[in-house]
């Protein structure tokens, strides 16, 4: 339970360097699950990051996979964002991991391709 908090609130924290693929993948995975546990809860400050820290152990075994996944990628690529994607927008990220692919280090590429193949 304590390793699944601080891997979510991980993702959370720095979800603006995971890859736009990741975050379609959290989305689908986890929608449901926010919407079901935190559904009251107002979007912004925060709120529904805390909504779901609260609720993670509740959440549906896809979603957990999914977030582990993207941990693993975010801890993974971090590095190379910072160093081949700095100063851009959250939502460009995605396109300059992949224009800058074969630039990247062999965790990042290798955590990249495992989680495409939902590894």
């Known amino acids: 339970m304590k390793k699944t908090l601080i891997v979510l609130g991980s993702i959370l924290l720095f979800m603006p360097v995971a890859a736009k693929a990741q975050k379609g993948m959290l989305r689908q995975a986890c929608g449901a699950d926010i919407k079901q546990f935190c559904a009251g809860v107002k979007p912004g400050g925060g709120r529904i990051a805390a909504c779901a820290k609260e609720h993670v152990a509740d959440f549906s075994e896809p979603c957990k996979k999914a977030l582990f996944t993207t941990a693993i990628v975010v801890k993974a690529c971090k590095a190379d964002v910072k160093d081949k994607c700095a100063g851009m927008k959250p939502k460009e990220i995605g396109a300059c991991v992949k224009e800058h692919f074969a630039e990247l280090s062999e965790p990042c590429k290798d955590s990249l391709m ?6």
């Open 114 to 119: 495992l989680a495409k193949l939902g590894r």
